[in-house]
Nanobody, 122 residues
Framework: QVQLVESGGGLVQAGGSLRLSCAAS????????MGWFRQAPGKEREFVSV????????YYADSVKGRFTISRDNAKNTVYLQMNSLKHEDTAVYYC???????????????WGQGTQVTVSS
């Protein structure tokens, strides 16, 4: 079992930037794909981005493509989400997820963090 702790959320004005971090502990981080989902009030949790263990494969939801960048530092067991040009509609709780494959993580199957709130004021 991998334990995940997100940080870096907060309140930012539209057009601003935030960087989320997700630190993993417990079972080895090795080989795990990592990803980010988000859930806005009254809406279902949705996929944001995923990255392979080697960082060779990265995928993004269309709504964040070109604005968000996922990365990871395996030495630190940490995955990041750099969010630029933030919009009001990016307001949500952001969750980190770890899973065995890109496909499983993208489908929402894996170990979840507890989430971090991102609020973008318009």
């Amino acid at each position: 079992q991998v334990q995940l702790v997100e940080s870096g959320g907060g309140l930012v004005q539209a057009g601003g930037s935030l960087r989320l971090s997700c630190a993993a502990s417990g079972r080895t981080f090795s080989g795990y794909a990592m990803g980010w989902f988000r859930q806005a009030p009254g809406k279902e949790r949705e996929f944001v981005s995923v990255i392979s263990y080697s960082s060779n494969s990265k995928y993004y939801a269309d709504s964040v493509k070109g604005r968000f960048t996922i990365s990871r530092d395996n030495a630190k067991n940490t995955v990041y989400l750099q969010m630029n040009s933030l919009k009001h509609e990016d307001t949500a709780v952001y969750y980190c997820i770890a899973g065995t494959t890109i496909a499983s993580v993208s489908a929402g199957s894996g170990s979840w963090g507890q989430g971090t709130q991102v609020t973008v004021s318009s």
